[in-house]
DNA sequence: GTCTATAGGTGGATAGAC
DNA sequence: GTCTATCCACCTATAGAC
């Protein structure tokens, strides 16, 4: 029935995913659906409401990629495949990971709150499967904290590094950098024997 | 003689520093100073060169602080050092870090080419320290520059994890945590037995 | 439901008086 | 060397005609 809500929602979409947040406006929306400005706001409220379904968007996609991970049969191959799905996501939507996931906090509270809800469960089912891993063997002793700490630092390091352009490497060979690193990560995690 | 030219300089460093890249205006760097917007054009040829200037005057810091730590006695601690120039750039100038290593590439080169230069040099020193650790069988045989990413990453990740707030710690406990972390990643590259 | 017109704000930068 | 006045571009958002 009401298509050119679903246009103007597509149009900030990819106004976003082009530009980034500040590409976003309500007059290049506006141009790119074909109205003017005010039109736009006989089907969003304002602007915030416009920015909140492209977040909403990107972390329903972040979630459906992660929750298969868990299907997983061992815990280190959930973790493993935890970072996949980081990874791919990463890759797929660059610009809500650098938005969502590189952006400082800034005094005032600008990190959404569902972002950090979405951010806290991450980081818990990580702590989880590391757990499991020191009790199983597949790990040695150490505090399950921590170590996921260094997991999830290096998983986030890499990316990072790599979506600032300071690897200077395609999306190609970084997925195969990325694969021998974290790789190389888990298997120092091993019990060791002195 | 010229001490507004340099009043000019410090309000818009000092702009830049509690607002982020924009924050800084020429009206608002005007107001703070006690002029006009326009008077500023007479020391300043443009925005660029006062912008220019700031990241100049954060590379410098930064610098200043990466020196010493190359003078330390072995390689392992060379690199321990590095990481904590590294993290305490990342304390003092937190904007600047933000601006100068958590901001996306983008289309359009937007990140400076100093910056790039700076940056490389330092990659450059790690991959060297991690040889030397690899020569003298501080760390087991592997592939240096493998290492040095390693290495890289998970410092890095420590640190814009904690800057975008997602550590849920202060500074005191963050540096506790990042000690903690890279020491135990550092002890885990030692030769194994296995 | 969309339009025009407009209010009211941000910003960079220049011309010409003083 | 600094001022006022101004131009230009951009933005969000509303009022009221159609």
Redesign the pocket.
Do not use: F
């Given at each position: 029935?009401?298509e050119?809500k679903e246009r103007i929602a597509a149009a900030a979409h990819e106004l976003f995913t082009e530009h980034g947040p500040e590409?976003?406006?309500?007059?290049?929306?506006?141009q790119q659906v074909?109205?003017?400005?005010?039109?736009?706001?006989?089907?969003y409220?304002?602007?915030?409401e416009l920015l909140d379904g492209i977040i909403n968007d990107g972390l329903e996609k972040l979630q459906s990629r992660l929750a298969p991970a868990l299907e997983a049969a061992t815990p280190l191959e959930r973790l493993r495949r935890m970072g996949d799905a980081y990874l791919d996501f990463a890759i797929e939507q660059p610009t809500f990971f650098d938005y969502a996931f590189m952006t400082p906090k800034r005094s005032s509270g600008s990190i959404s709150e569902e972002l950090q809800r979405h951010d806290r469960r991450i980081f818990r089912h990580a702590i989880e499967q590391v757990t499991h891993c020191i009790h199983d063997g597949t790990f040695g002793p150490s505090d399950p904290i921590e170590v996921a700490i260094r997991v999830w630092s290096t998983v986030h390091g890499l990316i990072t590094l790599f979506r600032t352009g300071r690897l200077g490497l395609g999306d190609d060979q970084f997925r195969e950098t990325y694969r021998r690193t974290v790789d190389q990560m888990l298997a120092d995690l091993r019990p060791r024997n002195d």
């Open positions: 029935m009401n050119l590409g976003v406006s309500m007059r290049k929306i506006a074909g109205v003017t400005a005010p039109a736009i706001y006989r089907h409220k304002d602007k915030g």
